[in-house]
């Protein structure tokens, strides 16, 4: 059997997938996973599996995942060893642990192989699995430059050169990086932006860390001023010439008018540079991006709470839920400087703003925390019914009233009683992915396969939209309803006609970097949507970009790079805000 958490959680017998079931069982079973062959006990997986506030239902709850479990893993795979539970597991049937046998054997290529996108992707509101996924990451990114040394030990200059520009930018902090983009550049032939290369990775140690560069990155940069031969390609050049290919000496004339042409470009350069001001901040985990719709650049970020997840905008302030602290930020949205962190005592998983407050949904808290949008004081925390014991991730508000989503439910909050109105399960719909509000109706993104239109007013289906992948973000605007998912390796983006419900449009994205979670389709990078300021737009997780796509002929007219891993997205006016962890 053939387990794997090095992208999409799978799991594969005999070339079969086998089905786990999404929330408290697959949870259940990566920390098993992450903990083989030991007797975890009980107490232990309901704490790491629903924090210090576990619902009564929490044991009855573990108990039917581990029997689900047993049956779909077979006989002598998952078993009772009080005061616990003990996953058996081969080493070799893990991919995390043939990753990291193969970079210790040092076979970089082999391991990065088994690489799929981001581990345990789907699990990205649970505690113990960002620990986990933070240390793979750490593994990944170990490798990724042992496999560039090789690269470099065999001649792979110039080519490398796009590749380590683009992990530099991402990973602005790893000084390891800079090093090898500085030697691909300089035994390419480039000596200036080689030692430009350096500036830059000093510049933002400084910014960041207010450190200067290791020791070695300094020893490099002088070896680069003295074009010390060391430095020189063990193998021949990317690409010798031939005698017959070797270039002509150019003459004089020529030269000079290179060179006047050089300067002058530069100038253009230097005053393009002034006019549009410094370059781009450097975003870092935790924070809250603006992006200028005019341009189409960064021009801030702001520091907020950990691991932050959606966003909610106001004509004064920009709200953040953050899912890794419990709290939610409140943020100047002209001067963009955090105004505090508001602890609301749980999971903060996702917000929405209407009906007069801010609304939080708590994941798995499975709550909605009300916020006073002028004090930050909490004015009523709204606790789901006994029956309803999924996990409230999505959230939204529009017309006067508060949706939330928890498992297969649709929740009415009505603002004014303090009570939760409705909470009957949808027969059209069994795993709600998002909610938004808007063209007279609610809408459902759902792992059916679905986009559900629902009445305002009964709160039951008025019909729904089928198509080739699961949606996993939806949005209105534009007199249309936006839904993203993936399929065959593409990210995509639907319209929907809000009146006939017919889809009229598929706009690809770009790439899905995560395929193939459940049979042919799968949860992709791509995590929100978002209309307004002129554009659809929707964050690539995995990525680091900001899509943004003409609602009029619903092509993608600008990639942004962000950086980070964006998440959530809310648009005012004048700016899109966008989440990046």
Not at 47 to 75: C, F, M, Y
Not at 177 to 199: I, K, N, V
Not at 225 to 248: F, G, I, V, Y
Request: charge should be neutral; include cysteine; charged fraction near 20%.
């Amino acid at each position: 059997m053939d387990f794997r958490i090095l992208g999409p959680m799978e799991v594969v017998d005999e070339g079969r997938p086998v089905a786990i079931r999404r929330g408290k069982e697959q949870a259940l079973l990566a920390y098993l996973l992450l903990h083989p062959n030991q007797v975890v006990p009980r107490e232990r997986l309901i704490d790491e599996l629903w924090g210090e506030r576990p619902p009564p239902t929490a044991t009855k709850i573990l108990q039917n995942a581990v029997s689900h479990l047993r049956k779909q893993l077979g006989e002598g795979r998952l078993l009772t060893r009080e005061p616990g539970y003990q996953l058996q597991l081969d080493p070799d049937e893990l991919d995390a642990n043939r990753f990291q046998h193969l970079a210790q054997q040092g076979q970089p290529h082999q391991a990065l192989a088994l690489w799929r996108g981001t581990p345990l992707v789907e699990l990205q509101d649970e505690r113990f699995a960002d620990d986990a996924r933070r240390q793979l990451d750490d593994h990944h990114a170990n490798t990724l430059e042992d496999r560039i040394d090789n690269d470099l030990e065999n001649g792979k200059n110039s080519e490398l050169i796009p590749e380590l520009e683009h992990l530099t930018n991402q990973h602005p902090l790893r000084e390891r990086l800079h090093a090898q983009l500085m030697l691909a550049l300089y035994r390419s032939g480039r000596q200036a932006d080689a030692l430009e290369a350096y500036q830059h990775a000093r510049r933002t140690l400084e910014t960041e860390l207010g450190l200067q560069p290791n020791p070695n990155l300094q020893h490099l940069q002088q070896q680069i001023l003295n074009h010390d031969p060391t430095l020189t390609t063990p193998t021949p050049p990317d690409k010798p010439r031939s005698p017959a290919t070797t270039p002509r000496p150019r003459h004089k004339p020529t030269l000079i008018a290179a060179v006047v042409a050089l300067l002058a470009a530069l100038a253009i350069a230097l005053v393009f540079a002034f006019k549009s001001g410094s370059s781009p901040p450097v975003v870092r985990a935790d924070s809250l991006v603006a992006v200028d719709p005019k341009s189409n650049r960064v021009v801030g970020a702001t520091r907020v709470g950990a691991a932050p997840r959606g966003a909610a905008v106001t004509a004064k302030t920009i709200w953040v839920a953050n899912s890794g602290d419990g709290t939610v930020s409140e943020v100047d949205a002209r001067s963009r400087k955090l105004v505090r962190n508001i602890g609301i005592g749980a999971q903060a998983t996702e917000i929405a703003v209407g009906a007069g407050a801010v609304w939080v949904a708590t994941g798995l808290d499975n709550t909605v925390v009300q916020l006073d949008a002028r004090t930050g004081g909490t004015l009523h925390t709204f606790r789901f019914p006994r029956d309803i014991d999924a996990s409230a991730y999505a959230i939204a508000a529009g017309d006067g009233k508060v949706w939330a989503v928890s498992g297969s439910r649709l929740v009415e909050i009505d603002p004014g009683s303090d009570v939760v109105v409705r909470r009957d399960p949808l027969t059209c719909c069994g795993g709600l992915r998002d909610v938004a509000v808007g063209a007279r109706a609610v809408w459902l993104a759902d792992l059916g396969q679905l986009v559900a239109r629902i009445s305002q007013v009964t709160a039951r289906s008025t019909g729904t939209v089928k198509l080739e992948a699961v949606p996993t973000a939806i949005t209105v605007g534009y007199g249309s309803v936006w839904a993203a998912g993936s399929a065959a390796g593409r990210l995509l983006l639907w319209r929907i006609d809000p009146e006939t419900l017919q889809l009229t449009q598929t706009v690809t994205l770009g790439t899905a970097r995560n395929p193939g979670l459940y049979g042919s389709y799968g949860f992709l990078s791509t995590v929100d949507v978002a209309a307004g300021a002129g554009a659809v737009w929707a964050t690539d997780f995995d990525a680091g970009t900001l899509i943004r796509v003409d609602p009029d002929s619903g092509t993608v007219a600008k990639v942004i790079h962000i950086g980070g891993y964006p998440r959530g997205l809310a648009v005012s006016p004048h700016r899109v805000w966008v989440t990046v962890n």
